[in-house]
């Protein structure tokens, strides 16, 4: 089944502890992209990559980062997580191409509650 | 500095009628609007997109109207159906060289109700 997977859905942490919040697609897409929700603010675009080893930032890359090793995988990290991180992460994915970009599949999304 | 703002949070509509969600945009860069439709407890899902050559691209009960120099786009939905209640996203683009095209900016979102 085509899908795209994030791990954990749940995450409680405290201030400053390092966290990683790992993507994967089936799908061999080249885009992959982070997005947070957050209420009254809508979905705000972290990260993007359009390919291994090419990642650009978003609106909102903060205190976050990416790395691209490999095609399926697209991890979130957060070296010391405040607060203000507390949100809803999307994780999506789209075979590749301006055209293409739109018809992302987004993951289940992660519930993230920072202490 | 939101780029792009759906100023209505909530619309609510009877079965059968027109939903009309709306969105506006500040940088006359972007060329490419996207909608995404999002139910609870489950990622967004693509809609229905124009590019900015266009005014109006239709698929099925959905219909997008660009107005490039109000820079304000409008999602139609006719007839509109309970299952159309969710939150709608707008996005848009902006191609500036090399990958910037895969740089999207959302709405806050609205909250779409269909009544039966």
């Known amino acids: 089944e085509a899908q795209v997977t994030q791990n954990p859905r749940y995450l409680i942490t405290v201030t400053g502890k390092k966290l990683t919040v790992t993507c994967s697609q089936n799908m061999n897409h080249e885009y992959m992209s982070w997005y947070r929700q957050d209420p009254g603010l809508g979905l705000r675009q972290i990260y993007y990559s359009m390919n291994v080893e090419v990642t650009d930032k978003g609106d909102v890359p903060e205190g976050y980062k990416v790395s691209r090793k490999e095609k399926r995988n697209f991890p979130l990290i957060l070296e010391s997580p405040s607060p203000n991180q507390t949100s809803l992460y999307f994780c999506a994915s789209s075979l590749s191409g301006r055209g293409l970009v739109e018809t992302q599949y987004f993951g289940p999304g992660t519930r993230l509650l920072v202490l | ?116």
């Open chain 2, 1 to 116: 500095d939101q780029q792009v703002k759906q100023n209505s949070p909530s619309l609510s509509v009877q079965e059968g009628r027109i939903s009309i969600l709306n969105c506006d945009y500040t940088n006359s860069m972007f060329d490419y609007f996207l909608w995404y439709k999002k139910y609870p407890a489950e990622g967004p899902t693509f809609l229905i997109s124009i590019s900015s050559i266009k005014d109006k691209n239709e698929d099925g009960r959905f219909t997008v109207f660009l107005n490039k120099s109000a820079k304000h786009l409008s999602l139609h939905i006719v007839p509109s159906q309970p299952g159309d209640s969710a939150v709608y996203f707008c996005a848009a683009s902006a191609y500036a060289g090399g990958t910037s095209y895969g740089k999207l900016t959302f709405g806050q979102g609205t909250i779409l109700t269909v009544h039966p």
